[in-house]
């Protein structure tokens, strides 16, 4: 079965650094992936789609990397906006659309 | 301003059935693909169904599949699914989430707010 893995679970951090999320595919996913912020009670928000690509309006401090099997989400410089809870998502196969388990950013 | 507004969610009886709207607004409705996610208290997302844009392709997971329907009434700008046979572990928010395009194999680029659906003796 498709699994998608994420590391850490639980990242604590301060304001002003720069954090990294990392996103493993069980399989190839070519550039297929998706990163989305959802915040205690709110709805998921999209902020990176086919590895690296910005939705229009998140702050450029986001970036995404990879291929294949491994992609990395990066913060350059983490704001109090940013503490969340991040998902990867790969769409190379709808069998099924596969969420990673979440990374928890939280205040260090 | 793309919006999605889903409804219907509930507290139901094991067995029981339920129909989950989300009617959309701020886009051509008729020309993108829909997705159903859900997420269980406390936990990690889960896709549950995607449809295409006309409406003639639909896909679940496995957990779901022969319970859950999938449809759209694009004269109507809403989105639907039909919860049958649920389940205490069906428990969770429901999310609407609107494709990028009318491809299936998309990711998900704007979503709703969410309706719970509670699952309890």
């Known amino acids: 079965d498709f699994q998608m893995t994420q590391s850490p679970s639980t990242l604590s951090a301060s304001v002003g650094d720069r954090v990294t999320i990392t996103c493993r595919a069980s399989q190839n996913i070519r550039s297929f992936l998706a990163w989305y912020q959802q915040k205690p009670g709110r709805a998921p928000k999209l902020l990176i789609y086919k590895t690296s690509n910005l939705k229009n309006g998140v702050p450029s401090r986001f970036s995404g990397s990879g291929s294949g099997t491994e992609f990395t989400l990066a913060i350059s410089s983490l704001q109090p906006d940013d503490f969340a809870t991040y998902y990867c998502q790969q769409y190379n196969t709808y069998s099924p659309f596969t969420f990673g388990p979440g990374t928890k950013v939280d205040i260090k | 301003e793309v919006q999605l507004l889903e409804s219907g969610g509930g507290l139901m009886q094991p067995g029981g059935s339920l129909r989950l709207s989300c009617a959309a607004s701020g886009f051509t409705f008729r020309s993108y693909a829909m997705n159903w996610v859900r997420q269980a208290p406390g936990k990690g997302l889960e896709w549950v169904s995607s449809i295409s844009a006309s409406g003639d392709n639909t896909y679940y997971a496995d957990s779901v599949k022969g319970r859950f329907a999938i449809s759209r009434d694009n004269s109507k700008n809403t989105l639907y699914l039909q919860l049958n046979t649920l389940r205490v572990e069906d428990t969770a928010i429901y999310y609407c989430?609107?494709?990028?395009?009318?491809?299936?194999?998309?990711?998900?680029?704007?979503w709703g707010q969410g309706t719970l659906v509670t699952v309890s003796s």
């Open positions: 989430a609107k494709g990028p395009s009318d491809h299936l194999r998309d990711y998900f680029d704007d």
